[in-house]
């Protein structure tokens, strides 16, 4: 098999932050992510590679230099820090440069194969001027301004949040750009407790189940494009939903959560539009569910992918 007739996966697991005992964060679910492709089946369709780093130029591109300048020296107060809930170092802004990298590459690279994935980033809750919720850069907002910079052909770009969590920094970027789209599906009472509005909303009650979720999912999609025809898809696809999810609240199933997957990817790649993936949060008391919902998920772009290729 050709390199490119390969789904191109960017991760960045060896620039894990090494965190404080017991902070809640799974920082080592995208190593075993990355292990799991690695070593199964999927291995021999996919390509995985290391992203370089978002540089200064593309960051700035969303982000204010004032904030750029602070997460680069270490020069954040503890406020903006205790928002972040990561501690500040160097490995903290590498990581999160190589994050957004992974983004902007896998960007660029479903623009000329029309799917490829981050198996890192969703990095939804940051503002231009400002980090929160274990989010400092925004990986999506800026791969997209970084993809919308390259090619004429890219004006147009929606963004599809299910993160179980509200796209909070999302919709504030969007809010003064016309040309990106901001679209969440969430729980309405949980993390970011002040919602920032975006494009288009769709806040369900706690315990929502497999059926209702894909319902609304779908019929948001349907009222998003009659608001905008994208020529680039961001896909958020947070595994936080989950019925088993420390802080989701939604009682999606595997089951469900595959065929939530399946929804949007098949839905866009039908229309020819082009999708970069995001994995986002997960929270599960067993890192192994989370693994397992972002490996489904690219198990199914990977499906999607070869499909297209063989023009089934
Ligand atoms: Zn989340």
């Known amino acids: 098999m050709r390199t490119s007739e390969k789904l191109k996966l960017y991760y960045c697991d060896t620039f894990e932050l090494p965190l404080p005992e017991n902070h809640r964060f799974p920082m ?3 190593t075993l992510l990355r292990q799991r492709i690695a070593s199964g089946d999927l291995a021999s369709h996919c390509e995985l590679r290391v992203p370089p780093p978002a540089s200064d130029d593309e960051i ?30 160097p490995k903290m802004v590498e990581r999160s440069r190589r994050s957004t990298g992974a983004t902007i590459s896998a960007a660029l690279s479903a623009v000329n194969d029309g799917l490829s994935a981050n198996l890192a980033g969703g990095t939804h809750h940051a503002f231009a001027g400002s980090g929160q919720g274990y989010c400092v850069f925004n990986d999506v907002c800026v791969a997209a301004k970084a993809i919308q910079r390259q090619h004429q052909s890219i004006k147009k770009v929606m963004v599809i949040d299910c993160d179980v969590h509200q796209g909070n920094g999302t919709s504030g970027i969007a809010r003064n750009d016309p040309t990106l789209f901001a679209f969440s599906v969430h729980c309405n009472e949980n993390y970011p407790f002040q919602k920032t509005d975006g494009d288009l909303d769709i806040a369900l009650p706690p315990g929502t189940q497999d059926v209702e979720y894909l319902y609304q999912l779908k019929t948001g ?30 009682g999606l199933t595997k089951p469900g ?31 192994e569910d989370i693994v397992d919902i972002h490996f489904k998920t690219i198990e199914i772009a990977s499906e999607r992918f070869s499909k297209d290729r063989l023009g089934l």
Request: glycine letters at 8%; zero cysteines; proline letters at 5%.
């Open 221 to 250: 999609i349907d009222a998003a494009l009659d608001q905008m025809t994208p020529d680039f898809i961001f896909y958020i696809a947070g595994a936080d939903p989950f019925v088993g999810d420390r802080l989701g609240k939604l």
């Open 60 to 89: 700035l591109l969303v982000h204010d230099a004032d904030y750029l300048d602070r997460i680069k020296s270490g020069q954040l107060t503890s406020v903006q820090l205790r928002r972040i809930g990561f501690p500040w170092s």
């Open 257 to 287: 959560l595959r065929r939530r997957d399946e929804l949007v990817i098949n839905y866009f790649r039908d229309l020819e539009i082009p999708i970069a993936i995001s994995m986002a949060g997960g929270y599960a008391p067993e890192i």
């Open 28 to 30: 080592a679910k995208y």
